[in-house]
């Protein structure tokens, strides 16, 4: 027999995560102020990105790995001519680059050979985990190991504005692909480098961002507006 309280708090709520704050920073924030025992998410999100995190609770939280597997979309933004330690602008620069040479139908063309199943190395900031131990934790004391190549997809990478040195593009990809990887991917293909300067999680799966709440919202919540709020596990399994 199912506890229909457990029930009653079973399934699925969309949180437009805010810059800075961690994934679990959102599991912690739901999980205390509506005292429900079960929660968590489905696709971590680095602290500098923004967007699309999908939060299970109760019994929905078995599901967690079959959500996280379902496809992503995401917009961000390709700074050419720097590297970072970190392929992000998190990292400390490790090269610059002059990249005023580049127009906009080279972008194009560089972008045009990362579609469709490829084989992409994880980078070392990365939860990847080699003997056992996650990546990043090897990185933050300065080890670098080398990494198998992972097989992913890109269905679709386009780009939306190119105003040098900043790259505004849209992908659409599998469950494992680094786009900050493929952003200093392409960065090699152009010759001058690069790094990812922003990312924002727009869909996972058939969830979209303009279905999700704001984390300002969520702290003007009772219980009863969460339960209102959030996908019943019923019509979660439509999804699936």
């Known amino acids: 027999m199912i506890d229909p309280k457990l029930l009653a708090e079973s399934g699925v709520l969309l949180v437009d995560k805010p810059e800075e704050w961690t994934s679990h920073d959102v599991v912690n924030c739901v999980r205390r102020r509506f005292r429900v025992k079960k929660v968590g998410h489905c696709g971590t999100l680095d602290p500098a990105a923004t967007g699309l995190l999908v939060i299970v609770l109760g019994k929905a939280t078995k599901l967690s790995s079959r959500l996280s597997?379902?496809?992503?979309v995401y917009t961000g933004t390709m700074r050419l001519g720097v590297e970072t330690t970190t392929q992000d602008r998190e990292g400390e620069v490790t090269a610059t680059r002059d990249c005023s040479g580049i127009d906009e139908a080279q972008v194009r063309a560089a972008l045009a050979q990362f579609t469709g199943e490829q084989l992409q190395i994880p980078p070392m900031v990365s939860a990847v985990k080699q003997d056992g131990k996650p990546l990043y934790k090897l990185a933050r004391k300065g080890i670098e190991v080398e990494r198998e190549p992972r097989p992913i997809c890109i269905?679709?990478?386009?780009v939306a504005e190119v105003r040098l040195p900043d790259v505004d593009f849209t992908v659409a990809c599998t469950k494992g692909t680094y786009v900050r990887t493929l952003c200093v991917?392409?960065?090699?293909?152009l010759g001058c480098g690069a790094h990812l300067a922003a990312?924002?999680?727009t869909h996972s799966g058939a969830f979209d961002i303009a279905d999700a709440v704001t984390i300002d919202e969520i702290k003007t919540w009772e219980r009863e507006d969460l339960l209102a709020r959030m996908?019943?596990?019923t019509?979660?399994?439509k999804h699936l």
């Open 69 to 72: 597997g379902q496809d992503k």
């Open 185 to 189: 991917d392409i960065g090699n293909v």
């Open 199 to 201: 990312l924002r999680r």
């Open 235 to 237: 019509e979660l399994m």
């Open 155 to 158: 269905h679709e990478l386009t």
């Open 231 to 233: 996908m019943p596990l």
